[in-house]
Nanobody
């Protein structure tokens, strides 16, 4: 059974840093694009960062220059390093694994709470 387990969230002061991790099991991890999304209270879920199976990265404007997404295929894990955190980064952060070629796959983790105090 495919599982994505996100961890690393917590409470941090404005300007602080956190590193989120998402460990995947029972998928061919290296063939999946990995995303981090977030959802703040009362807002829609938004894409924060993507790392493709080839290692290419893309970021939302709000994350550029502050967040870094990376992956370790040997550990089946994707990371999101978040620096210079702001109160508006407060949200539940979710990881997603997507495989666009056959056999397709689309899996979500359970989310980890990030709270940034001012």
């Amino acid at each position: 059974q495919v599982q994505l387990v996100a961890s690393g969230g917590g409470l941090v002061q404005s300007g602080g840093s956190l590193r989120l991790s998402c460990a995947a099991s029972d998928i061919m991890f290296s063939s999946y694009d990995m995303d981090w999304y977030r959802q703040a209270p009362g807002k829609q879920r938004e894409l924060v960062a993507t790392i493709t199976s080839n290692g290419g990265t893309n970021y939302a404007d709000s994350a550029k220059d502050r967040f870094t997404i990376s992956r370790d295929n040997a550990k089946n894990t994707v990371y999101l390093q978040m620096n210079n955190l702001k109160p508006e980064d407060t949200a539940v952060y979710y990881c997603r694994a997507v495989r666009w070629v056959l056999p397709r796959g689309d899996y979500w983790g359970q989310g980890t709470q990030v709270t940034v105090s001012s």
